[in-house]
DNA sequence: AAAACATTGTTATCCATTTCACATAAAACT
DNA sequence: AGTTTTATGTGAAATGGATAACAATGTTTT
């Protein structure tokens, strides 16, 4: 039994976030209102997409006026889970793994990083940033501790799928993986890839093949 | 006058980077042949949008038998420009930008961090994997030198778009974002976002709210 | 060499998402 | 109070992408 919300489109839940956190920019700049149009300028997506993100959720603004901030942003703050703290564990604190520990999630989502794991003895035992880092023998277990259901994975690709493996029985919902690995996962879980390597170098291709809107040339 | 090839769909370019991955893989492991089905279970496509995607770049395959390792390793390398290098920069060598440094792009692409910028008095002159830090001040000059068009910005979010306006004048074409900020670019430019924050965050999202496929109840 | 088999390339269909365009209604102005 | 302006919410159309399904065709087996 999930939070029985509404089933809005997939990419519409995608760019709620990145919503969140310019409504909270407009508020800390002391705006009380905002039209579709001015949104559309900040968050680079079309206004009526906007609109009809929105509408998913209702009437949430005044025909002719736009949107009230602070209503949206509260209401924004209740459809993401803001008011309650998710917890996340860290499997690999490597270079990457390390950058994402320091890097403070909180100050925008209130999503943490609250545990880790490695095999590098010199690491165990150790705290970074506040966060301690845990043997991997220990992950089942401090997992279940802790009811952690969020992973990020940032280990070397080879041992990404055995430790999805783990994680999948530890009862982990959901794990972002940053791994060049496709892992296999059980229906009851959600993969997020974020492959860097693959953004880099199809960046390379369309700047290549696409001829980034070339100045059209002008016949003379 | 770019490289005049065909406009294949947007989302078939960004797969063809992890299609050559996995064939890279798959040639490593001594296989000569492999089916659309085969290449689907490793990277988690649909095998009939496998076929699509390459039915773009005429007939790969033969039919009855499946697609030949090498040919289509060596037809996707020249295809993803992997025979040349393609030089990039590096703007903000703080957590996330150190980590990027360490990592070996080349192991897997032919896309290298050739140079880094920042404005840390500690930072710059020093060398970092090979990858000698420049003063912003020298950006501009720099890039020219080193004929680069693509960088990897991860500078704290307020400087990100000026700094963006200075890579355009540079003649900096492709740009890849971590930092939270939207960024405005002329039309000759491309920018992928990558934003671990909502990333993170629409995963809470998802898992919360579409209940990943919770085993069906079986009424008793 | 024939029969059985495997797998492509593609057509047709489906689905998701974006965008247009405008009726509607509230707000701002005169 | 009436008029004009503004900007929403949404039906309808357009776009873009994924998938089912299968005829075509080469491969493998006998
Ligand atoms: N660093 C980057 O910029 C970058 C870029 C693209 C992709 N990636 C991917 O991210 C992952 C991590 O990269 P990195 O540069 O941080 O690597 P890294 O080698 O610096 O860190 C890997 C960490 O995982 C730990 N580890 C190794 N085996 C483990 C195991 N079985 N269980 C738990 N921990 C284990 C290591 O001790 C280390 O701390 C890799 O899969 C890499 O391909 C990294
Ligand atoms: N580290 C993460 O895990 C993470 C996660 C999500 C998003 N981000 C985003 O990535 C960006 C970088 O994050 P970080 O954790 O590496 O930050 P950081 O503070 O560790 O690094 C920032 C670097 O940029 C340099 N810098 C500052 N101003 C500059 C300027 N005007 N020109 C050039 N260089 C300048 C600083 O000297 C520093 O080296 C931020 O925008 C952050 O929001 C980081």
């Known amino acids: 039994m999930s939070s029985e919300t509404l089933k809005i489109p997939q990419a519409t839940a995608k760019r709620l976030p990145l919503y969140y956190r310019f409504l909270k920019n407009l508020h800390s700049a002391g705006k009380l209102r905002v039209s579709s149009a001015e949104l559309s300028e900040a968050v680079k997506v079309d206004s009526a997409t906007i609109r009809r993100d929105f509408s998913y959720f209702g009437a949430l603004g005044k025909k002719g006026y736009g949107y009230n901030v602070d209503y949206l942003l509260s209401f924004f703050r209740k459809t993401l889970d803001q008011d309650e703290l998710t917890k996340v564990a860290l499997v690999g604190v490597g270079n990457l793994g390390t950058a994402l520990l320091n890097y403070n999630f909180l100050k925008n989502n209130n999503t ?11 690491k165990i035992g150790s705290t970074m940033s ?91």
Chains 1, 2 share one sequence.
């Open 112 to 122: 943490k990083i609250s545990v880790a794991f490695d095999i590098d003895e010199a």
């Open 130 to 220: 506040g966060v301690t880092i845990y043997h991997m023998d220990d992950m089942e277990k401090v997992l279940e501790e802790l009811g952690i259901s969020i992973a990020i994975l940032t280990v070397p690709a080879p041992y990404a799928q055995s430790i999805t493996d783990r994680l999948a029985k530890a009862n982990v919902k959901g794990i972002l993986n940053f791994t060049p690995a496709r892992l296999t996962v059980p229906a009851t879980m959600r993969v997020h890839h974020i492959d860097l390597a693959v953004e880099l170098q199809s960046l390379v291709y369309f700047l290549k093949h696409y001829g980034v809107n070339e100045v059209e040339e002008i016949e003379e």
